[in-house]
Each structure stands twice: as structure tokens, then as C-alpha cells.
């Protein structure tokens, strides 16, 4: 069975930094392109950034471009989102998603159960 | 990236049906067959619904369904039960530019 599992959310000043790690097992990690997804408190699902199967693509969401960083260890079957310079509209659940193939759809079968991220001061 | 457009809201007694309509553009919705919904129940993580339009993943019920048609897709829930309660999410791939957007989700409430 796929299963991911998210670490490293915490509470981190505005302009701080914070790096979250996902943790995949049950598939064949580098077959799969893999994404983050933020929930914001009583908000609803914003895609925030996905990385291909082989790492060599990355893509962000506008909200993130130039402050986030996705990268991925397939051999440790982790991905990582390296966040700098957070701002408290950053707050939020992060969710871990696997796509359904290589180069991603948006088509996420299995998720994370996330992790809470919290800019503040 | 903007939004896709979901009703905020719908409701039905238990046995009836429920459509939520998910709207985007020829960029998203209209320019491609990857239009996904999600169920997402309270302090829960999403669950995927709904795939590639009209797909249901192994062990969805065959209540769900989806549809598209032009830049709108569409999540009808049928025989509505008490579990069905929940928010749902569409999404859609956008191409290498935007990627992937989320609709701003429909709760759905069981009279």
C-alpha cells in the first residue's frame, strides 16, 4: 500500500526559513511525479508546487515562485520543500501528493497527512 | 494562477442527487482530460474521488460520477448518504505554465 508521510512543519518567524520532507514507501518512488499542497485554516486546497518522477522538472505556483524550492532523493524515496523568506499567508497544512505518473497530471491517489506550518511572530 | 469556480454550497436529502459544477477555461478544464474531484472530510486529508473526467478509482462508490463538458466539469452524487457530508474539490492540469489548479471547493451537507 503507498503511503507518504510528512515532517518538519513548525512554528517559524515571518521572513524565516523552514524545510518539509516527505517520506514515500509501497511504490516505485522515481516512477511517480510527486506534488505539495497547502490548506490554508478554513480554507480550501492550493497547489503549491510537483517535481517529475526523475527530479529533472520543477514547477511552482505564482504565490511561491522564487521563495520555494521542491527537490527529490530517489534512492531515500524522499521529496523535500525548502521554504525561505515565509510570510504569515503562508500558513498552513502542507499535504504530500503522489501523481498518477512520471510527469504529473494533478491527479493525486494517495496524500499525506500533512503538516502544519505556522508564520507568526 | 486563478481559481476554478465551484458553488460554495449544495445540499440533498438522503436518496437524492447532488451535481457540483467545477468552471475554468480553455487553459484548464476545456484544454485537457485531467479534471480530478476530491472528498475531503473535516481534519481529514483529501481522498481522491474522481479522475481523468469521468474515472473512479478502486473502492469509490459507483454513486460518483463525473462529466465535462466545455470549460465545465461537473461531480454528480448519487443515492446522497449520511457519509457523503463533506467538502469536495476539483482540480484540473493547466499545462507547464500553471500546472495544476484547485477549485475553492463545495460543501456538501445531507439534509
Known amino acids: 500500500e503507498a503511503q507518504l508521510v510528512e515532517s518538519g512543519g513548525d512554528l517559524v518567524q515571518p521572513g524565516g526559513s523552514l524545510r518539509l520532507s516527505c517520506t514515500a514507501s509501497?511504490?516505485?518512488?522515481?516512477?511517480?511525479?510527486m506534488s505539495w499542497v497547502r490548506q490554508a485554516p478554513r480554507k480550501g486546497l492550493e497547489w503549491v508546487s510537483a517535481i517529475s518522477g526523475s527530479g529533472a522538472s520543477t514547477y511552482y505556483a505564482d504565490s511561491v515562485k522564487g521563495r520555494f524550492t521542491i527537490s527529490r532523493d530517489n534512492p531515500k524515496n524522499t521529496v523535500d520543500l525548502q521554504m525561505n523568506s515565509l510570510r504569515a499567508d503562508d500558513t498552513a497544512v502542507y499535504y504530500c501528493a503522489r501523481d498518477n505518473g512520471g510527469y504529473g497530471s494533478g491527479t493525486y491517489f494517495t496524500w499525506g497527512q500533512g503538516t502544519l506550518v505556522t508564520v507568526s511572530s | 494562477q486563478s481559481a476554478l469556480t465551484q458553488p460554495p454550497s449544495a445540499s440533498g436529502s438522503p436518496g437524492q442527487s447532488v451535481t457540483i459544477s467545477c468552471t475554468g477555461t480553455s487553459r484548464d478544464v476545456g484544454g485537457f482530460e485531467y479534471v480530478s474531484w476530491y472528498q475531503q472530510h473535516p481534519g481529514k486529508a483529501p481522498k481522491l474521488m474522481i479522475y481523468?473526467?469521468?474515472k473512479r478509482p478502486s473502492g469509490v462508490p459507483d454513486r460518483f460520477s463525473g462529466s465535462k463538458s466545455g470549460n465545465t466539469a461537473s461531480l454528480t452524487v448519487s443515492g446522497l448518504q449520511a457519509e457523503d457530508e463533506a467538502d469536495y474539490y476539483c482540480n484540473s492540469f493547466a499545462g507547464s505554465n500553471n500546472f495544476v489548479v484547485f477549485g475553492g471547493g463545495t460543501k456538501v451537507t445531507v439534509l
Open positions: 509501497g511504490f516505485t518512488f522515481g516512477s511517480f511525479a
Open positions: 481523468e473526467v469521468t
